[in-house]
Nanobody, 127 residues
Framework: QVQLVESGGGSVQAGGSLRLSCAASGYTANYCMGWFRQAPGKEREGVATIYTDPLVRSYPTYYADSVKGRFTISRDNAKNTLYLQLNSLKPEDTAMYYC?????????????????WGQGTQVTVSS
C-alpha cells in the first residue's frame, strides 16, 4: 500500500513562495498524484494533478484556474517525491494542503476520486 507524507508548509507573507513535498513509499508508476487544499469552512478542492506512466515519465494534467501561472506540480521519480511550487502567494491560498494518489490515469481532479491521502501540511499566507 502506497503511503504519502507531506512537508514544506509554513507561514509566509503575500507574494512569497513555498515548496511543498510529498514523499511516497511504494510503487507509484501508472499513478495519478495530486495536490489538494482545504480552507476552514470550505470543501476540499483539487489544486493540481500529475500522471506518471509505466515508463516513469510524468505529465501534469490539471491546474485549478485559481493557481494557473503561480503554482507548478512536478515529480522527482528517482526520489519518488511529488512537489508543488507555490509562487506569488495570496492570503486566499491559506489552507491545509494534502497530497493524494490513485492507481490510474488522471481521470478527475475531484478529491473523491483519490483513495490514498497524506496527513496534510499547513500553508498560511498573511497580507
Amino acid at each position: 500500500q502506497v503511503q504519502l507524507v507531506e512537508s514544506g508548509g509554513g507561514s509566509v507573507q503575500a507574494g512569497g513562495s513555498l515548496r511543498l513535498s510529498c514523499a511516497a513509499s511504494g510503487y507509484t508508476a501508472n499513478y495519478c498524484m495530486g495536490w489538494f487544499r482545504q480552507a476552514p469552512g470550505k470543501e476540499r478542492e483539487g489544486v493540481a494533478t500529475i500522471y506518471t506512466d509505466p515508463l516513469v515519465r510524468s505529465y501534469p494534467t490539471y491546474y485549478a484556474d485559481s493557481v494557473k501561472g503561480r503554482f507548478t506540480i512536478s515529480r522527482d521519480n528517482a526520489k519518488n517525491t511529488l512537489y508543488l511550487q507555490l509562487n506569488s502567494l495570496k492570503p486566499e491560498d491559506t489552507a491545509m494542503y494534502y497530497c493524494a494518489a490513485v492507481p490510474s490515469y488522471c481521470k478527475s481532479a475531484r478529491p473523491a476520486a483519490f483513495p490514498i491521502w497524506g496527513q496534510g501540511t499547513q500553508v498560511t499566507v498573511s497580507s
